[in-house]
């Protein structure tokens, strides 16, 4: 049975990216900053992880142990309400909790757990980036924190993927489209706002569809790619 690890398994996105990987078969490591009921209600092992925290991260690994990784999506994430993150408004507190979770968190959990997906066989790692995050396709401005946060994301899984390229693990970068999670307010007031479940389900089609062969680049939910 292959394993994977999903972070921000505890809402949203990464709560429908687990279920759809336990469906599929695979050993599922749930971690969330929060253990709730939601958590735990996922019929997989449910763990603590706050991203942020070398020390959670190493607590984190270590409970792995030596278990091949064939999986590792990196979503947890975060986006600060967007009169705290204004160019009249963001401060560096603001920056650094968003980069913290965003960037430096799936930079670091990944490097944690690479000796398990060095141990799998054509090991995969995502992480849930945003087309906000694509400098070229900026047209409105704002979300200063978030905006950087997910394109220094991208610029780290872009050289996650050609350092592992050779030892044959290849890197996903995600767009979902808008989402109705907690952190759109559900959606509220967007239209082509879709449910995580289908975020999900489209995601890992993506996923599944891409090897070595197509490492490090940004892809769309609908399965189109994305510019830098
Ligand atoms: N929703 C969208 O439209 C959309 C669009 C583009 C990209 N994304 C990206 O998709 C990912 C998932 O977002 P979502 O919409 O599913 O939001 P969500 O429902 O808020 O899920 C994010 C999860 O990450 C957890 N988390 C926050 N800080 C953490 C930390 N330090 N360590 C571990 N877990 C932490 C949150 O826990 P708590 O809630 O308990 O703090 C929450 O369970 C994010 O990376 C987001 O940027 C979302």
Not at 11 to 30: K, M, N, P, T
Not at 64 to 88: C, F, Q, T, V
């Amino acid at each position: 049975m292959p394993t994977a690890v999903v972070t921000g398994a505890n809402s949203g996105i990464g709560h429908a990216f687990a279920q759809v990987l336990i469906r599929e078969g695979y050993d599922v490591i749930a971690a969330d900053i929060n253990v709730t009921e939601k958590l735990t209600s996922l019929q997989c092992d449910a763990s603590q992880l706050d991203v942020t925290s070398p020390s959670s991260i190493a607590s984190f690994a270590s409970h792995i142990g030596d278990r091949p990784i064939d999986l590792l999506l990196n979503i947890a994430g975060i986006m600060l309400p967007k009169d705290e993150d204004a160019l009249s408004t963001v401060s560096l507190a603001a920056l650094t909790q968003t980069f913290a979770v965003n960037t430096f968190g799936p930079l670091l959990l990944t490097q944690a757990l690479l000796p398990n997906l060095l141990r799998a066989d054509r090991a995969k790692v995502g992480v849930m980036s945003s087309r906000v995050g694509s400098i070229m396709d900026n047209t409105s401005g704002g979300s200063y924190a978030y905006r950087a946060s997910k394109s220094a994301a991208n610029s780290v899984f872009k050289n996650l993927a050609v350092d592992l390229r050779g030892k044959g693990v290849a890197v996903v970068i995600m767009h979902p489209g808008i989402v109705k999670t907690q952190m759109t307010d559900m959606g509220r007031g967007i239209p082509e706002a879709v449910a995580p479940e289908e975020a999900a389900e489209k995601l890992w089609g993506v996923v599944k569809g891409k090897g070595v062969q197509d490492t490090g680049r940004f892809w769309h939910r609908e399965g189109f790619e994305l510019p830098w």
